[in-house]
């Protein structure tokens, strides 16, 4: 019996010593759904909505989506039709706060090159960069001016350089101003005299970009418009048919709930297909 336990001990420790050659690759990142929940957060800010979160505009969308859906259903006594209005209510907030953060993001494009210079000149004339940036706040661009007065509270508070880049990093949620202040805390921690050398050439590559996406973006919008509202045509179409509820009862059979079906099938996959092709493509925050 004591035999058997030897052999048992010696096979575990055979077994774990083995096992130690094959290590178990360890994933550090995140969960697709926190992922896109950080994702739309940042949309958020980058909208300008205060005192909203992720999870609340979510829960916004669930509850216009279900308003909706009792109303149609009030109006036409079709469960399908209102069903489709209802999933597109529902979406309607995200769209709002999308397109208000992409019109943001192209006004921040435009101004980041100025405010790079204004930064460039305070460190060239002799300023620290807190007062570099501080000095935003009334000689900056109008757009960015909040965000740097916010700033400036923050430092003149705490004293505290990099916390104070941290919050300001998290109100602009913007991949250029990750990259300025990356460079500036850089600068500010171990020293180094390529600091105008580096704004000189980001300054110069946000213009470039600036210009070449101005371009194309005005090339593309009556191609995007146009697809929007071959999209949209069809469902306002059968908007002005709710108002004759006897003309919506074909929908409400399970043939008439097919094609509706179909129809909002393809209208969704050839709207995200013509989205994928004309989308120019975005920076990613990389520099959290």
């Known amino acids: 019996m004591q035999g058997a336990g030897w052999g048992l ?15 178990r690759s360890i994933r550090v990142g ?17 909208a300008g909505v205060r005192g909203l979160g992720a999870r609340t505009l979510l829960v916004l969308c669930v509850t216009a989506g279900l308003l909706v859906l009792l109303l149609m259903f009030a109006v036409t006594r079709v469960w399908t039709v209102s069903g489709c209005f209802a999933v597109m209510a529902s ?22 090159p100025d405010a790079v210079d204004h930064v460039q000149s305070a460190v060239r004339a002799g300023l620290a960069l807190p007062e570099a940036l501080v000095q935003l706040a009334d000689r900056g661009p109008e757009e960015l001016r909040p965000a740097f007065e916010e700033f400036a509270h923050d430092y003149r508070a705490t004293g505290r350089f990099s916390e104070s880049l941290d919050l300001l990093k998290e109100r602009m949620a913007d991949p250029v101003a990750d ?23 980001l300054s110069s590559f946000l213009r470039d970009d600036a210009r070449a996406r101005a371009e194309l973006e005005a090339r593309q919008s009556w191609t995007v418009n146009a697809a929007r509202l071959a999209m949209a045509a069809p469902w306002a179409v059968l908007l002005l048919l709710a108002t004759r509820g006897s003309t919506l009862q074909a929908y409400g059979t399970p043939a008439g709930a097919l094609v509706l079906a179909i129809g909002a099938g393809l209208s969704l996959v050839a709207y995200r297909v013509m989205v994928a092709i004309g989308r120019l493509p975005e920076e990613s925050r990389v520099l959290r």
């Open 9 to 23: 001990l010696l096979g575990l420790g055979l077994a774990s010593i083995w096992w130690s050659f094959w290590p």
């Open 30 to 46: 995140r969960r697709p759904g926190a992922r896109r929940l950080e994702r739309l957060q940042d949309q958020i800010v980058l």
């Open 91 to 112: 979406w309607l907030p995200v769209a709002v706060v999308t397109a208000r953060a992409r019109r943001r993001r192209t006004r921040l494009r435009t101004v980041w």
């Open 179 to 201: 990259r300025l202040i990356e460079a500036l805390r850089i600068a500010r921690d171990v020293g180094g005299t390529d600091l105008g050398r580096v704004l000189r050439t």
